[in-house]
């Protein structure tokens, strides 16, 4: 029997939260081309999406505590395309209104869907969105380039029972006896790795309670002090409705500016938030917390998410148009400190979530201020191909992701601070932000207005969607 992919503990996440709240956490990819592509061209790359990773599904274990596995679905979503034009100035509504909206299901399908609409100066707009669960950034954005150069494939493809649509499990194999003993062996697993995890917890947490000296870290680091205690954040976003702002640069452009202050593309993109951030109010005087998304995947991964995340503490080491290196040291510590294998106590715990009631690890997962004041998601570069579709070239693609189904009479929200995505294709780098405190960023508006301030402050050149 081929080897079975289960569901892994980068996918955890978003799995409790659709549990647990009714949530989605949908991804979307937007491309803005100035002309419409040909027809038969956009159903080819709908179709060769089917084709890839995008196009899986769910099957929940037969066997309580192990962990839920993946197939590759024998159905996909039909291309959607607008009967009616907009405006350019409708872009924004259009593209968010699908973010919003569409309907995506991990088990029953579709968990992507590709959609377009004519804009009225004669441009055309593309939006693929994908469930989050099924798919990492960087995973879907190499599904969209490799159905867009004809390469698509998804290791899972011939992996047990496929299903239909409707979720019902037309497969034997799926009900096999064999396949019923890898549940209980994998539930077994479960049991042994979660008690691995507490372990490890325990024992990262004896590190990090060592005496600052133990562990060579300076006085006055600025992970020894405080961050200002916040209002929650239900309050701070009575709406649960983020505002957005997207950038497009040329990345050469970008480059330069990063080395002439003595950093790289991505320190200059993390200083370019924290700088937002602290011109909004929101630090209070305080440290800030960024988190930044690492790329985890090996070769012939067939994971669908395979990302980490590091954390830096930034006090008062940068200045808007100042000194990158700091940044660039701190962020070299992070990410060395991942490599060697140091992770947060809860990252150890994963395996024991499965193992638990929703209800007690909701309560201990909001519990405290982990949660970070920005996360700064760089998807990496991409080759040019990403913009073409039929020989029309896009003038810019851009990536972001949201929640869905977020109740704003609910404590429970999605994000705090501010949260971006940024993806080079070809010479170009687009970059989009969500401002989720509503306080500090009360509308789109305010958002863009403080990032021109410190994209200007940089002494950068740039085009404001």
């Known amino acids: 029997m081929p080897a079975v ?26 491309w803005r081309f100035p002309a419409h592509p040909d027809a038969a061209d956009l159903a080819a790359f709908n179709e060769r999406l089917r ?9 929940r274990a037969g066997v309580p505590i192990a962990r839920h596995r993946w197939v590759h679905a024998n159905f996909a979503p039909a291309l959607s395309i607008d009967a009616a034009a907009i405006t350019s100035d409708e872009i924004e509504t259009w593209s968010g209104a699908e973010l919003y909206s569409v309907p995506l299901d991990p088990e029953r399908g579709p968990a992507w869907r590709l959609r377009g609409v004519a804009v009225d100066d004669g441009g055309f707009v593309l939006s693929l969105t994908a469930l989050h669960l099924v798919a990492d950034g960087r995973t879907m ?13 998804d290791p899972l493809s011939g992996v047990g029972a496929m299903g239909s649509f409707a979720g019902v499990d037309t497969g034997s194999a799926l009900r096999s006896v064999g396949l019923g003993l890898r549940d209980t062996v994998d539930a077994l697993r479960q049991v042994a790795e979660a008690g691995r995890g507490v372990a490890l917890a325990a024992a990262t947490l004896a590190r990090d309670r060592m005496p600052l000296a133990a562990r060579d870290r300076p006085s006055g680091h600025p992970s020894t002090q405080l961050r200002p205690v916040k209002a929650p954040a239900h309050l701070r976003s009575p709406r649960a409705r983020c505002s957005w702002a997207t950038v497009s640069v040329d990345a050469a452009h970008w480059e330069a500016v ?17 700088g937002a951030l602290r011109s909004s109010g929101y630090a209070d005087g305080g440290p800030l917390k960024l988190g930044i998304p690492v790329s985890r995947r090996a070769d012939d991964d067939r994971r669908g998410n395979a990302t980490a995340g590091v954390s830096v503490r930034l006090a008062d080491e940068l200045v808007t148009g100042g000194d990158l290196a700091p940044l660039r040291g701190l962020c070299k510590e992070a990410f060395e400190r991942l490599s060697a294998g140091q992770r947060a106590a809860h990252v150890h715990l994963l395996p024991l979530v499965s193992l638990l009631p929703t209800a007690l690890v909701v309560r201990a ?92 402050g940089w002494g950068l050149e740039y085009r404001m969607w």
Request: charged residues 15%; glycine residues 12%; negative net charge.
């Open 141 to 153: 954005v190499n599904a969209a380039v490799a159905a867009l150069d004809g390469t698509a494939a």
């Open 5 to 30: 992919l289960r569901m892994q503990p980068e996918d955890s996440t978003y799995w409790l939260v659709r549990e647990a709240f009714g949530w989605s956490v949908v991804l979307q990819i937007v």
């Open 258 to 274: 990063a080395r002439e202050h003595g950093g790289t593309a991505n320190t200059l993109f993390i200083a370019v938030l924290a």
């Open 365 to 456: 997962a909001t519990a405290g201020s982990g949660m970070p004041d920005a996360v700064a998601s760089n998807l990496g570069d991409f080759a040019g191909q990403l913009r073409e579709v039929g020989g029309v070239s896009a003038t810019a693609v851009a990536f972001r992701g949201i929640a869905q189904g977020v109740d704003p009479d609910r404590t429970y929200r999605f994000g705090d601070g501010l949260q971006s995505w940024a993806i080079r294709s070809g010479e170009q780098l687009t970059f989009s932000v969500a401002a989720f405190d509503e306080q500090c960023f009360p509308g789109s508006g305010a958002l863009r207005g403080l990032l021109c301030g410190e994209l200007d």
């Open 51 to 59: 084709a890839g990773v995008l196009n899986r599904r769910l099957i």
